[in-house]
């Protein structure tokens, strides 16, 4: 009779319990890191778009006047101070075109045969001044639409600026009529005796007092140009 001799593994029963409880001791320890991980949270700083988001809802009326800037007031003021201006301005150039435009004197010796007559168009600085104080004249009147703009939306820098520029042109315009009638003015009330040129505002009163208070009346108007260019710029500068 054979016996088959089987032989069995000889590994000893403590060798595996240590396996088996260093298996359950590693997979416990993982369990309680993953749990750990999870249940920890990082606390950031809110950012400020999560705060407006959070922030309560204002009343609409009080949302208004906090987001209002505060010299939005003296802004307005400024500009119907502009819109005043140049209301005036219009009366002072209007004015001197028109006093130009109607110059004229007839000399107090006139015979029947011989007439002595001044007008504007007899000198061409006169006709350019006339032309110059028209189109400015023209120019203030449709700037007054830009200036009630202004009024309307006192923190709109467009308009403000559009305004300056051309303010600045017709300042200029104003001034170099003014400045070239103002030579000829003075030659006709006082004449050149270096080179010979006599003055006839005697013999013409009428119409050298004319030219004289158009001249004013364009001076005036650059005066007042300088201003409004000062109050638009003053209102562009303050935040």
């Known amino acids: 009779m054979v016996q088959a001799n089987i032989s069995m593994p000889t590994t000893p029963i403590s060798t595996h319990l240590f396996h088996c409880s260093f298996y359950f001791l590693k997979t416990k320890s993982l369990m309680e890191t993953n ?24 009343n609409s009326s009080k949302a208004i006047a906090i987001l209002e800037p505060p010299n939005r007031g003296t802004k307005k003021g400024i500009a119907i101070g502009d819109f005043v201006l140049r209301l005036c301005t219009i009366g002072a150039t209007l004015g001197a075109t028109v006093t130009m435009g109607n110059a004229g004197a007839v000399a107090p010796f006139t015979t029947r045969f011989l007439r002595f007559e001044a007008q504007f168009n007899d000198i061409p600085t006169f006709v350019f001044f006339m032309v110059a ?35 600045t042109a017709m300042t200029g315009l104003t001034l170099a009529s003014a400045s070239a009638v103002a030579s000829i003015v003075y030659l006709a009330h006082n004449g050149n005796p270096n080179t010979n040129w006599l003055p ?3 013999q013409f009163g009428d119409f050298c007092s004319s030219t004289s208070g158009a ?5 005036l108007a650059g005066t007042l140009f300088m201003t409004i260019i000062i109050l638009s ?3 562009l500068k303050r935040n």
């Open 35 to 58: 749990k750990t991980m999870r249940e920890t949270t990082i606390n950031l700083p809110e950012t400020k778009a999560e705060a407006k988001e959070k922030a309560p809802l204002l």
């Open 233 to 235: 710029a003053f209102a």
């Open 215 to 219: 001249m004013v009346g364009s001076l």
């Open 133 to 167: 104080n028209g189109i400015v004249t023209g120019y203030l009147f449709l700037s007054l639409p830009f200036s009630t703009i202004c009024i309307v939306r006192p923190l709109a820098k467009a308009p403000r600026i559009l305004l300056i520029i051309f303010d």
């Open 200 to 202: 006839f505002c005697q």
